[in-house]
């Protein structure tokens, strides 16, 4: 259907889907954040293989400006929840069955100003993983809000693709003047792995989000989903326990600094 190699999928309630190219800007007068706190769910949602995920997303929906997705399909379930709580869903879809697209998807309540798509094939079964740049205006500022939303690159021996993945994102944060996130699931199940995560977050000054009841999924007993930050407050953060997928989605709540 879509041939384009770097392309974001669009769907806002009441739309057809829309294919957006990169370098795409649009003029957004509709801030998505004041200074007040603002709630983020992050979560790996197993393709929405389980029952009762759209549940979890329903419960939430109306708590949070932005929902970070990872392995979500675009299944008439997961469409039918962005029409009816009116979301606007940015999604990278790092491959297709049968008219199903699967990727990081990242829903919020308004327009990005802008946005930016990634994909890096896995070395050993060649399937994509995608990541997610998406830029959204602050009330009352000048400064923007950049959300960065990746499902990191898994099975490969040593970390050369691990790394260059994480180039291509952090690059593109760097350069950013303003408040980020940076969040999904970094599949850091390696020493090697996690090592590099922290150097790499640590050499753009981000921060990470700590947990005091840490119930994230593990593998190789070390966490795979992270949240990191710059530019803002930490009010609250906590782990959703659920047995709706894989992973438990994290729920972070920030303010501007």
Not at 35 to 50: D, E, G
């Amino acid at each position: 259907m879509f041939k384009q190699r770097d392309y974001t999928l669009r769907y806002k309630a009441n739309c057809d889907v829309e294919v957006i190219l990169p370098n795409h800007h649009v003029m957004v007068n509709q801030p998505l954040i004041d200074h007040t706190s603002f709630a983020v769910l992050v979560w790996n949602i197993f393709k929405q293989k389980r029952a009762d995920c759209i549940h979890i997303l329903e419960e939430y929906a109306p708590l949070t400006k932005l929902i970070l997705l990872q392995e979500a399909q675009t299944s008439v379930q997961l469409l039918n929840f962005i029409n009816l709580n009116n979301k606007i869903a940015d999604h990278v879809p790092a491959y297709a069955f049968k008219d199903i697209y699967a990727g990081v998807m990242t829903m919020s309540d308004t327009l990005p100003t802008a946005l930016l798509s990634f994909k890096e094939k896995e070395p050993l079964i060649r399937v994509p993983k995608s990541a997610l740049i998406t830029v959204y205006p602050i009330k009352n500022s000048t400064q923007q809000l950049l959300i960065a939303n990746i499902h990191a690159i898994n099975f490969s021996i040593g970390v050369k693709i691990y790394r260059q993945q994480m180039y291509m994102l952090l690059n593109r944060i760097k350069e950013h003047n303003g408040p980020v996130i940076l969040a999904g699931d970094f599949n850091a199940w390696s020493r090697q792995r996690l090592n590099l995560l922290y150097h790499l977050i640590r050499s753009i000054e981000l921060k990470p989000v700590n947990f005091s009841i840490d119930i994230r999924k593990t593998f190789m007993g070390r966490p795979l989903d992270f949240v990191f930050y710059r530019g803002l407050q930490l009010d609250e953060a906590k782990i959703i326990s659920t047995t709706s997928s894989d992973h438990n989605p994290l729920l972070v709540n920030f303010r501007l600094d």
